[in-house]
T-cell receptor, first 115, second 111 residues
Framework: AQKITQTQPGMFVQEKEAVTLDCTYD???????LFWYKQPSSGEMIFLIY??????QNATEGRYSLNFQKARKSANLVISASQLGDSAMYFC????????????FGQGTTLQVKP | DAGVTQSPTHLIKTRGQQVTLRCSPK?????VSWYQQALGQGPQFIFQ???????QRGNFPDRFSGHQFPNYSSELNVNALLLGDSALYLC??????????FGDGTRLSIL
């Protein structure tokens, strides 16, 4: 069975600094997708970044990058130059081969950015 | 370009009642997935619809059912509501090689 583990319930970061949110996963599949989503207090789930298991390069999207270490089964999210608007809950998720497959989510990490 | 839209935004029901939640997918998306998110938890997959059929289902009882229409919009129905059904219900749409995009959710409260 697939499982996502996020061990940091809450994180603080100073504005303009970088922060890493941890995510480890467990799966017996060879092909899978890894995702990060942001959920502000208003509730909507915002897609941030995607990494395929066969992608050799780490994914990047603007200030977001995904530090993918396949052997360690980790997919940490790095946010550079934190902004106050980054304060939110962050979820790591994985899916089976197709991008349209069901997502398995972790418990989430609450990030607070301090001015 | 409209994203995923869900209605209603909030809903209050009593135990034993039935509820229908609605979702319109993002333009160009043909697959709709539904998730239940309890307070302080990550979303849990309920089921997914593609070509008007349920393609995958999570570990939810038969009280949870759904439908997808020819225009790709979808409904989630929950019968015999329990207090434990109180949650944020999220709809996500996607298409081949595209990540799932979520709506703002419907917050369901059971009294």
């Amino acid at each position: 069975a697939q499982k996502i583990t996020q061990t940091q319930p809450g994180m603080f970061v100073q504005e303009k600094e970088a922060v890493t949110l941890d995510c480890t996963y467990d799966t017996s599949d060879q092909s899978y997708g890894l995702f990060w989503y942001k959920q502000p207090s208003s509730g909507e789930m915002i897609f941030l970044i995607y990494q395929g298991s066969y992608d050799e390069q780490n994914a990047t999207e603007g200030r977001y990058s995904l530090n993918f270490q396949k052997a360690r089964k980790s997919a940490n999210l790095v946010i550079s130059a934190s902004q106050l608007g980054d304060s939110a809950m962050y979820f790591c998720a994985m899916s089976r081969p197709s991008n349209t497959g069901k997502l398995i989510f972790g418990q989430g990490t609450t990030l607070q950015v301090k001015p | 370009d409209a994203g995923v839209t869900q209605s209603p935004t909030h809903l209050i029901k009593t135990r034993g009642q039935q509820v229908t939640l609605r979702c319109s997918p993002k333009s160009g998306h043909d697959t709709v997935s539904w998730y239940q998110q309890a307070l302080g938890q990550g979303p849990q997959f309920i089921f997914q619809y593609y070509e008007e059929e349920e393609r995958q289902r999570g570990n939810f009882p038969d009280r949870f059912s759904g439908h997808q229409f020819p225009n790709y919009s979808s409904e989630l129905n929950v019968n015999a509501l329990l207090l434990g059904d109180s949650a944020l219900y999220l709809c996500a749409s996607s298409s081949l090689r595209q990540p799932q995009h979520f709506g703002d959710g419907t917050r369901l409260s059971i009294l």
